[in-house]
C-alpha cells in the first residue's frame, strides 16, 4: 500500500521508497523518509498531503505520498 491510499490520523511505517527518481529518494530521505520510519498523515487537502515524519511536518504532493510504500 503507499501513503496515497492512507488515512488521516493514522501512522504507518514506511517500508520503502517506490522511484527510479535518486533526486526524489535523496529528497524524500532528507525529510527522514525511509523504510522503518513513522509517517503520520495529518491532512489531505486537494492534491497535497501533510505528514508528520519524527519532529518535523511536511507537505508533499500526492506523486510523492504515491511513491512511499507503508503499512500499518
Do not use: H, P, W
Not at 496515497?4 to 526524489?24: P, R, S
Not at 527522514?32 to 491532512?43: A, R
Not at 489531505?44 to 508533499?60: K, L, P, T
Request: hydrophobic content about 40%; charged content about 20%; glycine content about 8%.
Amino acid at each position: 500500500m503507499t501513503l496515497a491510499n492512507g488515512t488521516i490520523g493514522t501512522t504507518y511505517t514506511i517500508t520503502g521508497i517506490q522511484t527510479d527518481d535518486e533526486e526524489l529518494n535523496d529528497f524524500l530521505f532528507t525529510l527522514g523518509c525511509y523504510s522503518g520510519e513513522k509517517i503520520t498523515i495529518v491532512s489531505m487537502v486537494s492534491e497535497s498531503y501533510v505528514v508528520s515524519i519524527r519532529d518535523g511536518r511536511y507537505n508533499i504532493d500526492v506523486n510523492l505520498a504515491d511513491a512511499i510504500a507503508v503499512e500499518a
